[in-house]
């Protein structure tokens, strides 16, 4: 089985917005993000919370539209590039105006070095890296690729908005080891990260840079593209992973916004006329199920193989958003429906009755021999946790032996990052909802 994970359909990720713009006279956003905000390097790792939060913090010498404009790349932190001798040699011109949070101006070799750092963790950066000759800043407003050959994706893989997002930080926070996280929240974005008043499980708050300059012209703000204009002072992240709770604080005016509403509750929150609810991504959020191709079982392509016949997307999605098929899209392969790149190509293997005898069959013929399988369930992020139980239910009546690992989204986030066996603090397996625009881009 070649793909990274087994395909679950995808979801419709909604936001929940007040209708009246209650945080506006106060200056101050209050908000629900999706998850806790266990890692502060949106380098260090690919998880959302952590990437939105870099996108307050750093910028990004490129920024991205979004489906409707074919997820172009357009100029950020750049005020443009010139390309050189049949594509090999690229020049990037920082624009004017650019600063980091302690002050000190944004210096070319300061996106030398964040380029490098990055471009060892990311998987698009490890191919531009493969690619490259010679990196460099020939002066504090250029920096210079060399290539060995022609690669026209350099802006799109420096301006992605999926994760690992390529943040310019200071040089001297740059120099950690990629595989490190960087402690010290300096970037140039349009928000300051207040480390001072984190409160871990319960809130984190930003102040507008006043420093900061966004760029002229370029279009209207589509997702990472165009002028970022500030609209709050401050904007405080406030933890609720009880989703009752979560409800209750947005239709009160506790808070401003919630990221990801569960689908249960998306009815009555619809019924509410001081809310809005926006579908943030056109091609929803594609449930999966990650094994660990590192260690038994899972280290079997046959075994992995399997539990193909038993992979139910239905039942996954009404455990997820609810009965409403109009928040599910099944089947889902690899490229998500509504995506450029959406196929119905080996589908098959997804659709049609269920098959648990053959499933079991299969697994004995692999040479499953009943070790367990450590599942790693975030119990404070509810799609996912309704996703690990339909994936224990299922792994469990094929008749594999399911290590039901109930923790914390920080854990899991910790966790997945390490190649040390179940055994020594490692894992088998666990679910996650990546954006399809992810795949598509």
């Known amino acids: 089985m070649k793909r990274r994970g087994f395909l679950a359909g995808t979801a419709a990720a909604a936001l929940a917005l007040p209708a009246v713009g209650r945080a506006q006279s106060s200056r101050v956003l209050r908000f629900i993000p999706n998850a806790d905000l266990a890692a502060l390097d949106p380098v260090w790792t690919t998880v959302y919370v952590t990437r939105n939060h870099g996108y307050l913090v750093f910028d990004t010498l490129y920024g991205q539209v979004g489906p409707a404009g074919g997820y172009k790349a357009t100029p950020q932190m750049v005020a443009g590039h010139s390309v050189e001798d049949d ?4 020049r990037l011109s920082l624009r004017d105006g650019l600063l980091f949070h302690d002050g000190e101006p944004v210096l070319a070799r300061d996106c030398v070095a964040s380029i490098r750092r990055w471009g060892a ?57 990629p595989y490190k996280q960087v402690t010290e929240m300096v970037g140039s974005g349009p928000f300051r990260f207040l480390a001072d008043e984190r409160v871990q499980g319960a809130r984190f708050a930003y102040a507008r840079f006043q420093g900061y300059t966004p760029r002229e012209g370029g279009g209207p703000l589509e997702w990472t593209s165009g002028p970022k204009v500030t609209h709050f002072e401050r904007i405080e992240w406030q933890i ?11 239709q009160t005016g506790e808070v401003d916004g919630w990221e990801r509403p569960t689908g249960d509750l998306l009815p009555l929150l619809g019924r509410d006329r001081n809310l809005k609810l926006e579908l943030v991504y ?83 013929a692999a040479g499953y021999k009943g070790e367990a399988v450590a599942l790693m369930v975030p119990t404070d992020f509810p799609n996912l946790k309704a996703a690990s139980d339909v994936a224990a239910g299922m792994m469990k009546r094929a008749g594999m032996e399911v290590d039901y690992q109930a923790t914390d989204w920080g854990t899991v986030a910790q966790r997945r990052a390490s190649k040390k066996p179940p055994a020594q603090g490692g894992w088998n397996a666990f679910c996650t909802a990546p954006s399809g625009d992810d795949f598509a881009t």
């Open 87 to 90: 594509g090999r040699t690229w």
């Open 121 to 177: 963790r990311d998987g698009l950066g490890q191919t531009l890296m493969q690619r490259t000759d010679e990196l460099s800043a020939p002066d504090d407003r250029t920096i210079r690729f060399r290539l060995k050959r022609p690669f026209p994706l350099l802006p799109e893989a420096l301006g992605k908005a999926a994760s690992n997002m390529c943040a310019i930080m200071p040089e001297r926070l740059a120099a950690t080891d």
């Open 240 to 250: 609720i992973p009880d989703p009752a709770t979560a409800a209750a604080a947005l």
């Open 282 to 364: 056109e091609t929803g959020g594609c449930m999966l199920l990650r094994p660990n191709h590192l260690f038994p079982p899972f280290d079997n392509p046959a075994v992995r193989r399997a539990l193909l016949p038993v992979v139910d997307e239905t039942e996954a999605m009404i455990a997820v958003m609810g009965s409403d098929p109009a928040l599910r899209r099944v089947p889902c392969g690899f490229f998500p429906p509504n995506s450029p790149m959406a196929s119905d190509a080996g589908m098959a293997v997804l659709s049609g009755q269920r098959d648990y005898d053959r499933a079991r069959r299969e697994l004995q």
